[in-house]
């Protein structure tokens, strides 16, 4: 393909969209011609991250200010709860990633139950396909509207997808504990993200009621129901995941088997690596669309225990969106995705 893509990405000013921004930069396709910050309006880029002078990016408008009607794509990094009117209010030839929670859940009742209000545009929702992408590939190709998963459901849902649709392991049995670096609250200023607040520290929190849970189980059960314990942990450093994931295999399989079902089920995929011995670091995906897991064989009868890492902006939300974005447009979806780790 050789056509150009005009792009506009809203919320450009926080960490998933200055992310893009970093990913999209030489791109063959994508040309970015709106950036949005409604309350950054009016400066230039590089005023709100110096790390992206001299890119000829465009200045940050309010979203209303853009002509939509000259837009073809559309990343959406604007906060939970805000995207659902705006992206339906959206020319109907103009195709999105969605990389806020908005879309993710299918089910309006379940959608109000996690965060708090009504869902504002359920038919839209109809049509959004939850892009795991590769789990969602054909699906992807073909949408308008991609619901970029969550950061912590990609670490976790990588490795169990496979496991479950081969009935390696019990259902019901799922628990996990994942930590994710202080990006993964964005950018706004907040007293416990202060660097003496969480420095030298760690801290578990929304036990027993994180959002994430509803879009893990959604998924999950599209192989069979499922009712998940998942504890998010906040940890002293910049970007970064590891999920750390307890279940119980079926009876008669072992921790080979289920490593032989993640190593073929990716085995041709780009993005993903199932390690043959040792067990993963965050900084060995630090910078990339890379997840990287390993198994373990747990010390209780049939426990099984998967180490799960990821970079939380890449993977866990930008990257993932231009590897979906890639698709929808009909590009490899690799483009512009194929970088090594930034390590030490």
Partial sequence: MSHVVRTAILGASGYTGAELLRLLQGH????????????QAGKPMEAVYPHLRAQGLPALVKHTEVDFSQ??????????????????????????????????????????????????????????IYGLTEHARDAVKTARLVANPGCYPTSILLPLLPLF????????T?????????????RSVKQEMLYNEIEGGASAYSIGAHRHMAEIEQELARIASQTISFT?????????????????????????????CLQHAYATEPFVQVLSSGSPRTHEVRGTNQCFMSVHAGRRAGELII???IDNLV????????????????APE????ERLAVFP
Avoid: E
Wanted: proline letters at 5%.
């Fill in 232 to 260: 998010p942990h906040l940890v002293p450093f910049t970007r970064g995941m590891l999920s750390t994931i307890h279940v119980q295999l079926s009876d008669g399989r072992t921790a080979d088997d289920a490593r032989a």
């Fill in 307 to 309: 180490v799960s890492v």
């Fill in 71 to 128: 837009i073809d794509f559309v990343f959406c990094c604007l906060p939970h709860g805000t995207t659902q009117a705006i992206i339906a209010g959206l020319p109907a030839h103009v195709k999105i990633v969605d990389l806020s929670a908005d879309f993710r859940l299918f089910d309006p009742v379940a959608y109000k139950q996690w965060y708090g209000h009504d869902h504002a545009a359920i038919a839209l929702q109809k049509t959004a």
């Fill in 28 to 39: 063959p396709h994508f040309q970015i011609v709106a950036l949005t910050g409604d309350s």
């Fill in 165 to 172: 649709k081969a009935a390696l392991v019990q259902p019901n």
């Fill in 334 to 337: 690799t483009t512009n995705l």
């Fill in 315 to 330: 993977k866990g939300a930008s990257g993932q969106a231009l590897q979906n974005a890639n698709l929808m447009i009909g």
């Fill in 174 to 186: 799922v628990t996990v504990d994942s930590m994710s670096g202080v990006s993964g609250a964005g």
